[in-house]
C-alpha cells in the first residue's frame, strides 16, 4: 500500500532502463522470464547460505519485474498473458524464495511455511475478490513490495537475521490478510 504510491516517482528511471531493452527487440514475456530466473537463483543462494548475495539477486530481479510491465506499456505490448504470466511467477519466486530459506536452515520451516501460507493468502484475497468485483484491492500493510524489502533489509544483515525477516513478513502478511478479508467483506457483502 505504502510503497506502491512510489510508483509514478521511479517510473522515468525505469523508462530510461527500459528504453535501450526495446530498442534491442527484448519482449515484456522474455524479460518476466528474466525476473523469475533471478528469484530462482535467489532462492538457490538462500539454500546455499549466502543471505547478502541472495537479496542482492532478489532486488535486481524485484527491479525486472518492474522492467517488464513498463516495457510493455511502453512499446504498448501490454497483454492478458502477460499479465497473467507476471503474476503467477511472482507466485513461484515468493514461494520457491522461502523454500530456500527453509532448506538452507536460516529460518525454521514452520515459520517459512506460516509466512508462505500468509503471503500466497494476501495474493490471492486479491486475485479472487476483483474476479468477484470488489474493484482494485490493492490494500493493507504488507503488500509484495514491503514483503520483498523487509526479507532483503534483514538478508543483507547476515544469515543469522534472515529468520527474524521471515517472522515479520509473516506476521505482518497475516495482518494484511485480515484487512483484505475485511475490505472484500465491506465491498462484496
Ligand atoms: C533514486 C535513484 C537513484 C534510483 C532509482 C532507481 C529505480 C530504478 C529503482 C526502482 C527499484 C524498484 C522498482 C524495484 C524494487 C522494488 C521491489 C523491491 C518491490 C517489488 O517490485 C514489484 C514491482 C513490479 O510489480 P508488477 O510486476 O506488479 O508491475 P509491472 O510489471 O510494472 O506491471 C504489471 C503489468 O504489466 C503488464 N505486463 C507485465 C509483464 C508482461 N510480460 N506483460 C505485460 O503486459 C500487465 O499489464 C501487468 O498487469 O513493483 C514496482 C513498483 C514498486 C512498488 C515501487 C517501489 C518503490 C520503492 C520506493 C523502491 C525502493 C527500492 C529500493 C532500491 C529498495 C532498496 C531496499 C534494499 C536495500 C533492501
Ligand atoms: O497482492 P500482493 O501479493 O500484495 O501483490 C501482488 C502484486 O504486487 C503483483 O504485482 C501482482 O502481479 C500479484 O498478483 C499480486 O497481487
Ligand atoms: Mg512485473
Ligand atoms: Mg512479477
Known sequence: MVLNRYRENVRGYLEAIVKPLAKAGLTPNAVTVIGLLLSLLSAYLYYLREPRLAALTLLIGSLVDALDGTLARLTGKTSRFGAFLDSTFDRISDGTVLFGIALGSLADWRAAF????????????????????????????????????????????????????????????????????????????
Open 114 to 189: 506460516l509466512t508462505f501460507m500468509g503471503s500466497y493468502l494476501v495474493s490471492y484475497e486479491r486475485c479472487r475478490a476483483e474476479l468477484a468485483g470488489s474493484g482494485k484491492l490493492a490494500v493493507g500493510i504488507a503488500e509484495r513490495a514491503e514483503r520483498l524489502i523487509i526479507l532483503m533489509l534483514f538478508s543483507f544483515l547476515g544469515a543469522e537475521y534472515v529468520r527474524y525477516g521471515v517472522y515479520i513478513v509473516g506476521i505482518l502478511a497475516w495482518i494484511t490478510v485480515v484487512q483484505r478479508f475485511y475490505v472484500a467483506y465491506q465491498r462484496l457483502k
